[in-house]
């Protein structure tokens, strides 16, 4: 079981817009840690889509936005795309386990 | 360009023990701010953080795995080394090194992965 806890699947149309959320607690996203967030395509590395809440490295399309409020995080992905279609990862780090990285348990998008 | 890659056996044997290396380029261990992670997934499963090692060579581990990992650097070659004891068939995994910024705690670089089998 995932300190970071996500809904399993979200689905959409293209150019539709979803949401994924990631909650935490009050030793990991309430204690003010960055949330960061993960594309994860079938036989591919993981690749860094938000880090730091909000901020999209180079390269990521501003389709995809993060936001964070509480104990809770969020990734947005605005127009849709069938290239989207990919499972999604948040990841914060936690104060209570001797200080640790943290990932959720993963959301598959599908585009339908 | 910060590139990162993964090397070591592709099958061990129950309760043998793993060694991978993580061949880096691009950036120094030795630079205030930098660090390489493990990070693993399971077929099918989500993905599982192993440890950390920092350019001060403080290193932090998964509590689940403590007992069982090691994680070294050897600066000169650029490589940092994770060994884990006691394999066991539910270790077997994509295992994945990373660059991490110990400002953040993410991982923006990635290495492409390396799947190892445990046999029972």
């Known amino acids: 079981q995932s300190v970071l806890t996500q809904t399993p699947s979200v689905s959409g149309a293209p150019g539709q817009r979803v949401t994924i959320s990631c909650t935490g607690s009050?030793?990991?996203?309430?204690?003010?840690?960055?949330v960061h967030w993960y594309q994860h395509l079938p036989g591919a590395a993981p690749k860094l889509l938000i880090y730091?809440?909000?901020n999209r490295p180079s390269g990521v399309p501003d389709r995809f936005s993060g936001s964070k409020s509480g104990t809770s995080a969020s990734l947005a992905i605005t127009g849709l795309q069938a290239e989207d279609e990919a499972d999604y990862y948040c990841?914060?780090?936690?104060?209570?386990?001797?200080?640790?990285?943290?990932f959720g348990g993963g959301t598959k998008l599908t585009v339908l | 360009q910060i590139t990162l890659k993964e090397s070591g056996p592709t099958l061990v044997k129950h309760t043998q023990t793993l060694t991978l290396t993580c061949t880096f380029s691009?950036?120094?261990?030795?630079?205030?701010?930098?660090?390489v992670g493990w990070i693993r997934q399971p077929p099918g499963k989500a993905l599982e953080w192993l440890g950390l090692?920092?350019?001060?060579?403080?290193?932090r581990y998964s509590p689940s795995l403590k007992s069982r990992l090691t994680i070294t650097r050897d600066t000169s070659k650029n490589q940092v080394v994770l060994t884990m004891t006691n394999m066991d068939p539910v270790d077997t995994a994509t295992y994945y090194c990373?660059?991490?910024?110990?400002?953040?705690?993410?991982?923006?670089?990635w290495g492409q992965g390396t799947l190892v089998t445990v046999s029972s």
């Open positions: 691009a950036f120094s261990l030795y630079t205030s701010g930098e660090a």
């Open positions: 990841q914060s780090y936690d104060s209570s386990l001797s200080g640790s990285v943290v």
């Open positions: 009050s030793s990991n996203i309430g204690a003010g840690y960055d």
């Open positions: 090692i920092y350019w001060n060579d403080e290193k």
């Open positions: 990373a660059h991490s910024r110990s400002r953040y705690h993410d991982f923006d670089y």
């Open positions: 730091g809440n909000n």
